[in-house]
C-alpha cells in the first residue's frame, strides 16, 4: 500500500499547519503530549509556578507522562535514539550519578535546573522530524510571556535591583517570585526570544495579524526587561543579536569570512581607541542602573585589576580554569569547588575533557544544523541565536526558561521561516520523514 504524497495534502501557498489545525488533527496521545510540553514550558517561564511545590510536581509527572506516551506510541523513537538524544542522556546519566556518589544526595538538587534544561533538548528531538507539534507549545509560552515581563518591567522600574534579589534562597525571593516578578532566569529567556521574534517579524513569517501584534508586543516587553534589568552581559549579547540580526539574511561562506576579516582588522585598533571608548561609556551610564557596572568594568580591564565587581566573576572564571588544569582528564567530580559562574567551565571543570566537550555539542548542535542551511533564513536566525546562546553558557548559568526557548520556540520559528520561504518561491511544503502530514497519520 503506497502512502498519500504529503505534498499534495496542503493547496500550495498555504499554511501547512496551524497550532488550531494541529491539535484538531492530533490524536488523543499527541494531544496528550502536547499539553504536558506545553505545561513544561509554561513552567518553566512563569515565576510564580517555580516557586510552587505542586507546580513543580505537575511538572515532573508532565515529564514523565510525555516519554510515556512516546514509548508507548512510538517506541523506536526512543529505543533508536538520535546522536544527540543518546549524547544527552549519557551526560544526565553520568553527571548525577558522580553527584550521587561524591557530594551526596542532597546536592542533586543544584543539577535540577540544568538537567530540565538538558531534557528540552530530548523532547526536540523526538519532534524533530514532527516540528508541526511544537506549534501549539510555540503559542502557549508566547501568549504568557508578555504578563510575566509586565510584571518583571513594572517591579525593576520601582525597585533596581529586584533581579538580583532573585537570585537568592530567601523569604523575600520567594514573596517576588510568587507574585510573577522574574529574575535572572526570565531576563535571559527574553534575551534568546528577541532574535526568534525580531526574524519572524522582519520576514513576515506570521500571517496571523493578531499573532504579529502579540510578538510586536512580546517583543517591545523582552528588549525593555533586557535593558532594565542591569545586566550588563545580557545588554552586549542584545546588542549582537540585532547587529547579526540586520546584517545577516542567510549565512554564506565568504560573508563569515569578511565579519572575521573585519574583526581581526578592527581589534588591535582598540587598544588605542580604549581611553575614548571608556569616557564614552561612562557618559553614557551616567545616572543609570550601568554607572557602577560601567566604572567596575573599566576599573577592572584598566589599570587596576584588584577592584571591581567584575573581579569576582572573573575569580570564578580562574578557579573552574584551575581545577580543569589540575584534572583534564576526569575532572574533580566535586560541584564544591568549583566557580559556579559559568555552565561550560563549571563542566569541563567538574567532569573533564570527554564530558565537557559533550556538554559543549549539546549546546551547539541545534544552531549549527540550522546554520548548514544556507539558502534558508534559518541559517541567519541560527547565527545569530548561536551568538547569544553560547556566550551565555561560557559565562552564566543555565536555567529551564531559556532551553524552552533555544530547543522549543527556536525550531518553530525555524519552521515557520521556512514555510514562508517556500511559499514565496513556490513550493509545495516538505513532507515529514515518513511520508505522512500529522492530519494522515491521525487518520
Partial sequence: MTRPDASAAVPLGKSRSTALRVLKAARVSERIQIASVSYISLWSIAPPLLENTLARALAVTAVALFFLVELATRPLTLL??????????????????????????????????????????????????????????????????????????????????????????????????????GGYALIYAALACVPILFFLLRYKAIKSRPGNLLMVVTGVLCIAVVLYGGYSIAVILLAVAFFLGFLVDRIQSHLILRFLFVGLVLAPSTYFLAPLLADIAKSVAHGTLYEHKVNDMIATFGQDRDVGTVRDRTARYQRSVELFKSSPVTGVLSVRDVGKHSAIMDRFAMYGIAFGSMFVYILAYLPIRYMKRRKSRASGLALALAAVALPFALLNNLYPAFGSIVFLLFPVAVDYLEEEERRVAGVSPVPSTDGLTLAERSS
Fill in 80 to 181: 533508536r535514539p538520535s546522536v544527540p538524544m543518546v549524547v544527552v542522556l549519557i551526560y544526565l546519566i553520568y553527571s548525577n550519578l558522580v553527584t550521587y556518589y561524591v557530594d551526596g544526595p542532597s546536592l542533586l538538587v543544584r543539577n535540577l535546573p540544568l538537567s530540565i534544561f538538558l531534557l528540552f533538548t530530548v523532547i526536540s528531538e523526538v519532534w524533530r522530524n514532527d516540528v508541526d507539534r511544537l506549534r501549539p507549545v510555540f503559542w502557549v509560552t508566547l501568549v504568557t510571556m508578555p504578563v510575566w515581563m509586565a510584571i518583571t518591567l513594572a517591579a525593576i522600574v520601582s525597585k533596581h535591583n529586584v533581579a538580583r534579589l532573585l537570585i537568592r534562597s530567601n523569604r523575600e525571593a520567594a514573596e517576588l517570585g510568587s507574585q510573577g516578578v
